[in-house]
């Protein structure tokens, strides 16, 4: 059975650092893309950053660039998304997806909240 589950969110002020992570069991999550979504409240779901497989290639929302960073170790079958700088419009469920290769299926987090206020 697989399971995609994140972790790391909380309460943070503007200006602060959080480090969410997203562990998955039940694939081979070397052969899996992975990404961070957010969604706010009221707003379509956005793509927040992607890394390959094997971490070579990665990309991000211009909205975040610069302040985000996305890793994986494949060894742990975890991705992580480190955030910096942090502004109230980040605030949002943050959620991890592992694409599938080829014709395999996609995978969901259930989420995990993260509010930047003051």
């Known amino acids: 059975q697989v399971q995609v589950v994140e972790s790391g969110g909380g309460l943070v002020q503007p200006g602060g650092s959080l480090r969410l992570s997203c562990a998955a069991s039940g694939l081979t999550f070397r052969n899996y893309a992975m990404r961070w979504y957010r969604q706010a409240p009221g707003k379509e779901r956005e793509l927040v950053a992607h890394?390959?497989?094997?971490?070579?290639?990665?990309t991000y929302a211009d909205s975040v660039k610069g302040r985000f960073t996305i890793s994986r170790d494949n060894a742990k079958n975890t991705v992580y998304l480190q955030m910096n700088s942090l502004k109230p419009e980040d605030t949002a469920v943050y959620y991890c997806?592992?694409?599938?290769?080829?014709?395999?299926?996609?995978?969901w987090g259930q989420g995990t909240q993260v509010t930047v206020s003051s």
């Open positions: 890394i390959s497989s094997a971490g070579g290639s990665i």
């Open positions: 997806k592992g694409m599938g290769p080829g014709w395999m299926p996609d995978y």
